[in-house]
């Protein structure tokens, strides 16, 4: 477990230093000097005395610190769901597997555990630390020591509980991610009101350019902000659905290739 916890805490700084690259290249080669183009038009037109309705480009929505932060943070939470939706997927394919061979009309006895204990220890060391691995090896030892068939329905239960806990601890970082996203927003509106208030005096003389520009920050920074959330949000409720009927499934396996099988012979 500590070298998965490793691997995926460098894997999230690797995914961190990548985004943030990626975007700022972007926004350097790309976003800011159209945006500068068309601002420095649009103030050209208005000098001029020209009636025109600037049109909202895109460049320009995004142009702002916070809009780039917030696309940094998107693409980082992104990599993370993606990391971790591919570690379930990795589980789920340990459940088209037979690892423990009954056929009908079997019984497993607790003399028997061993045996069926041996196809899940010959696993590759990684796929002994999946859900269905743990669960099915505590088992058939509960049910080797006890010999108590409900003891076996007790640790399977467990074992999912505390896995279904640990997943959803673990998108805590996610979680925290969606709710920093519109927070970095409402900071770019502060900063934008602010700034249009700074610049109040220059509006009564009848130069409103840098008022409106400003205002222009608060609102596209809380637009882009809350557009990311709402998208941030409905992945990490995907990849939430996908990790509990993961669990779920990792149950009715148990249930049906397992516990059902298990006997104790009367003495």
């Given at each position: 477990m500590k070298?998965?916890?490793?691997?995926?805490?460098?894997?999230?700084?690797?995914?961190?230093?990548?985004?943030?690259?990626?975007?700022?290249s972007v926004y350097?080669?790309?976003i800011r000097p159209n945006a500068d183009a068309i601002l420095e038009q649009q103030v050209a037109?208005?000098?001029?005395?020209?009636?025109?309705?600037?049109?909202?480009?895109?460049?320009?929505?995004?142009?702002?610190?916070?809009?780039?932060?917030c696309i940094i943070l998107m693409l980082w939470s992104m990599a993370i769901m993606g990391y971790k939706a591919q570690a379930a997927r990795r589980e789920r394919q340990l459940l088209d597997r037979d690892l423990v061979k009954v056929r009908d009309?079997?019984?497993?006895?607790?003399?028997?555990?061993?045996?069926?204990?041996?196809?899940?220890?010959a696993l590759p060391e990684h796929e002994q630390g999946y859900l269905l691995a743990r669960v099915l090896l505590n088992a058939l030892q509960r049910f080797s020591s006890t010999r108590n068939i409900q003891d076996v329905s007790s640790v399977v239960k467990e074992i999912s509980e505390n896995e279904s806990d640990r997943l959803d601890s673990e998108l805590s970082m996610i979680r925290y991610i969606a709710w920093a996203i519109p927070s970095i927003g409402f900071i770019g509106t502060v900063r934008g009101i602010g700034e249009a208030l700074g610049q109040a005096h220059r509006a009564v003389q009848g130069d409103i350019a840098g008022v409106t520009a400003s205002l222009g920050v608060a609102f596209n920074s809380t637009f882009v902000a809350l557009v990311i959330s709402i998208i941030i949000m409905?992945?990490?409720?995907?990849?939430?659905?996908?990790?509990?009927?993961?669990?779920?499934?990792?149950?009715?396996?148990?249930?049906?290739?397992?516990?059902?099988?298990?006997?104790?012979?009367?003495?």
């Amino acid at each position: 477990m500590k070298t998965k916890f490793s691997s995926e805490f460098v894997y999230q700084v690797f995914a961190l230093l990548v985004s943030v690259i990626i975007v700022h290249s972007v926004y350097v080669g790309v976003i800011r000097p159209n945006a500068d183009a068309i601002l420095e038009q649009q103030v050209a037109l208005q000098e001029a005395g020209q009636n025109f309705a600037p049109s909202r480009s895109l460049y320009v929505v995004l142009r702002d610190f916070e809009q780039e932060t917030c696309i940094i943070l998107m693409l980082w939470s992104m990599a993370i769901m993606g990391y971790k939706a591919q570690a379930a997927r990795r589980e789920r394919q340990l459940l088209d597997r037979d690892l423990v061979k009954v056929r009908d009309g079997v019984s497993i006895l607790p003399e028997d555990a061993r045996n069926y204990m041996r196809p899940v220890q010959a696993l590759p060391e990684h796929e002994q630390g999946y859900l269905l691995a743990r669960v099915l090896l505590n088992a058939l030892q509960r049910f080797s020591s006890t010999r108590n068939i409900q003891d076996v329905s007790s640790v399977v239960k467990e074992i999912s509980e505390n896995e279904s806990d640990r997943l959803d601890s673990e998108l805590s970082m996610i979680r925290y991610i969606a709710w920093a996203i519109p927070s970095i927003g409402f900071i770019g509106t502060v900063r934008g009101i602010g700034e249009a208030l700074g610049q109040a005096h220059r509006a009564v003389q009848g130069d409103i350019a840098g008022v409106t520009a400003s205002l222009g920050v608060a609102f596209n920074s809380t637009f882009v902000a809350l557009v990311i959330s709402i998208i941030i949000m409905f992945l990490v409720h995907q990849l939430q659905l996908t990790q509990e009927r993961l669990v779920l499934d990792n149950q009715r396996y148990c249930d049906t290739n397992l516990i059902r099988f298990l006997q104790v012979r009367k003495r």
